[in-house]
């Protein structure tokens, strides 16, 4: 082969190779990869090239891979915003790890710089991705498929065959097939374009904008939320307000007056335990049955609240969290005055509800001498006690056998002195127990009905047979929650359409060839390589063989010349 032949050779090669290039070019909306020169000297030039490498995907999913890893620490390691005193608890136990852990924000984890930086940073790089791409592929909507290549034969799928019916007529047949399986198609020149598969670009840019949808929802979820937490007993009411709370935390930027105005009653708490079998004493329903009102003149309406079915109102949630037992206890002095009648809640120790707390007497109660002083009293209480078992510990979680045990003490609480002091323990700073006649600290067995009486005419603390239960709400509001959620599953739906569809191209060329007859080639295209376009491709092919079937080849039809020469077949005789 000559010189000449050989680079007219390596030109038609290169020219078929840009040819089929043109023909597969923008099958995805994704930027082209370039090998980034250094940038210029100056400010702009470093700017570029920031820019450019930011707004890759790469980094992109380097940034998503470090947000997951900067919340692992957020999992494990306790934080100020969720639980102060574990942290605490947290600082005594390791006095060496936990100013390391100061130094690297480790108990704020996100609302750290580093963590900060990387959401923010990460937020950019998406907005820099898509942007660009959604214009792209607006561009790609509005515009048509390109046109065919000059060498289908090129291309992965490729069939061809001859046919009596005329060009222009193929193409028509060709047009009308592929818009019915839903192409985008149009003639060009002397074949028919078509390409099919824009939802997975569409999946694509949606998975990303869900991304950013995700960002906002989790940054305004965590600036504006609220939760908080709230015990009642039944008959207790509680109005969504925050002095009503026990205990209350919220984001940054939460205002009080973005809390949804709503208030209810709880009627009645419902707890059912197995009875029998190795799963005795596992609870079976935990209810309660409320009446709620929504705004500050709304309709009462009833409901049932129970264990991860919370009651919604607006974007308020209340939640069924705990449960435990509140007997009622009647306090009268010496002379015989009730100064004291309540229902005690007290916080369970065990999952048989075993509970303890603390009775406290503040106003109103007078000793023998008529002087004004406090009471105070250690509860301990079972629902179920057991008298064979010897120990002070309940063996079923229902009010089967209650007890309660009670020690006494008088003096000054301590709440008068403007420190604050849990409601759940006593201060004995300045208490005296309350002797027996032995000497002894006072203390006493109660079944439902019984009267312990203090000594020297103090007077008497009773324990009532109605003994109610007590419930554990959590309040919480997240404005961003109903957001996540949509971006949430528009991120799943669209990483599906990216992953399970698949956009590819179609041409259709219909030409008259030298001896007349039609020759139709069609030839397939997709974004990578799969076994559905040649499927697809044939699927196509036998429809519209159909339609303009084929014409014999020239080599099989009989000669009708005579002077046409007839080679013998090897081993004839001549």
């Given amino acids: 082969m000559s010189k000449t032949e050989t680079d007219k050779s390596r030109d038609q090669a290169s020219q078929d190779q840009e040819d089929l290039g043109a ?22 030039g470093w700017a570029r090239w920031f820019w450019r490498q930011l707004t890759s995907m790469r980094v992109a999913l380097l940034l998503l891979l470090l947000l997951s890893l900067g919340a692992i620490p957020g999992s494990l390691i306790p934080q100020t915003g969720a639980d102060l005193n574990k942290v605490d608890d947290f600082r005594k136990a390791h006095r060496t790890l936990a100013p390391i852990y100061d130094k690297l924000g480790l108990f704020h984890v996100y609302s750290s710089v580093w963590f900060s930086a990387i959401y923010i940073l990460l937020f950019v790089s998406l907005i820099g991705c898509i942007v660009p791409r959604t214009w792209q592929f607006v561009g790609q909507l509005r515009g048509r498929p390109p046109g065919a290549p000059k060498r289908l034969t090129r291309l992965p799928a490729y069939t061809t065959w001859r046919t009596t019916a005329e060009p222009e007529q193929v193409r028509e047949a060709a047009l009308a097939l592929l818009k ?25 840019l949606v998975f990303h904008i869900a991304l950013i949808v995700l960002l906002i929802a989790f ?25 009503m709370y026990d205990d209350f935390k919220s984001g940054s930027l939460f205002q009080n007056d973005d809390l949804v105005p709503f208030s209810f009653d709880l009627k009645k708490f419902t707890g059912t335990y197995e009875v029998t079998g190795p799963n005795r004493g596992t609870p079976r329903t935990y209810e309660a049955r409320i009446d709620y009102s929504e705004g500050a003149f709304g309709k009462q309406k009833s409901t049932t609240i129970k264990v991860n079915q919370p009651l919604h109102i607006g974007d308020a949630k209340v939640y069924l969290v705990s449960h435990g037992y509140a007997p009622v206890i009647t306090v009268r002095d010496g002379k015989g005055n009730v100064v004291y009648r309540d229902a005690v809640p007290l916080l369970p120790l ?4 075993t509970s303890n707390g603390v009775i406290k007497v503040m106003d109103g109660y007078k000793n023998a001498q008529g002087r004004p002083e406090q009471l105070g009293f ?50 004995k700073t300045h208490m ?27 007077g008497s603390v009773t324990f009532e047979k109605d003994i109610k239960e007590w419930a554990g709400f959590e309040i919480v509001q997240e404005p961003g929650s109903g957001w996540a959620l949509g971006g949430a599953l528009a991120a799943i739906f669209g990483l599906a359409a990216s992953l399970f569809i698949q956009r590819r191209r179609v041409w259709v060329r219909a030409v008259r060839g030298a001896d007349g007859v039609t020759v139709v080639e069609m030839a397939g295209l997709g974004r990578s390589e799969s076994a559905k376009v040649p499927e697809e491709l044939g699927d196509l092919a036998g429809i519209l063989y159909d339609q303009a079937p084929g ?9 009708e010349s005579p002077d046409t020469p007839v080679v013998p077949a090897e081993g004839a005789e001549k």
Avoid: C, W
């Avoid at 939320?225 to 207790?236: A, F, P, R, Y």
């Avoid at 065990?350 to 509800?353: A, K, L």
């Avoid at 229902?398 to 759940?424: E, F, K, M, R, T």
């Fill in 350 to 353: 065990d999952g048989n509800v």
């Fill in 378 to 427: 250690q509860a301990f209480f079972v629902p179920t006690f057991d008298p064979k078992s010897g120990t002070m510990l309940s063996q079923f979680p229902a009010l089967v056998n209650p007890l309660l045990a009670l020690n006494a003490y008088h003096g000054d609480l301590g709440v008068d002195s403007g420190i604050p002091q849990s409601v759940y323990q006593l201060d």
């Fill in 180 to 204: 019915k399986r839903r192409f985008r198609a149009h003639v060009a020149g002397d074949a028919v374009a078509a390409e099919k598969g824009y939802l997975r670009e569409l999946g694509n």
């Fill in 219 to 243: 940054a305004s979820g965590q600036l504006y939320k609220s939760d908080g937490t709230k015990l009642m007993v039944e008959g207790d009411g509680f109005s969504n307000a925050l002095p």
């Fill in 23 to 44: 023909a597969g070019s923008q099958l995805s909306t994704a930027p082209a990869e370039e090998l980034s020169a250094p940038p210029g000297l100056g400010v702009i």
């Fill in 551 to 559: 014409a014999p080849d020239p080599d099989d039809e009989p000669s």
């Fill in 432 to 458: 005296k127990a309350f002797k027996d006649s032995k000497g002894q600290l006072l203390k006493k067995l109660l079944q439902p009905g019984d009267t312990l009486t203090l000594p020297n005419g103090a």
